[in-house]
Nanobody, 126 residues
């Protein structure tokens, strides 16, 4: 069982930056792939980025490539999403998620993820 707690959301002006953290409980965080998803009002939850157990394989949704960076620190049981050049369309609740993985490539598919955080609000003003 893994419990995930996100932090770092907030209100920022367009062009600004935020760093989201995802703190995981348990001693086997390094066995889990980690993903970030977001859900804007009136829209379905969408994939943002994912990272495999070791951090050696990463995927990004096209609209965030070059602006967002996903990373993890297995020694600290924490995942991160660094968000730069934020745009109003990035406004959403951001969720981190995890699943126990033996695969090299992390999943971009939400149903693959067994554990979810409560979400953190990111609001980007124009």
């Amino acid at each position: 069982q893994v419990q995930l707690v996100e932090s770092g959301g907030g209100l920022v002006q367009a062009g600004g930056s935020l760093r989201l953290s995802c703190a995981a409980s348990g001693r086997t965080f390094s066995s889990y792939a980690v993903g970030w998803f977001r859900q804007a009002p009136g829209k379905e939850r969408e994939f943002v980025a994912a990272i495999n157990r070791s951090g050696g394989s990463i995927y990004y949704e096209d609209s965030v490539k070059g602006r967002f960076t996903i990373s993890r620190d297995n020694a600290k049981n924490t995942g991160y999403l660094e968000m730069n050049e934020l745009k109003p369309e990035d406004t959403a609740v951001y969720y981190c998620a995890a699943y126990r993985s033996v695969e090299l490539l992390p999943s971009r598919w939400a149903p693959s993820y067994d554990y979810w955080g409560q979400g953190t609000q990111v609001t980007v003003s124009s």
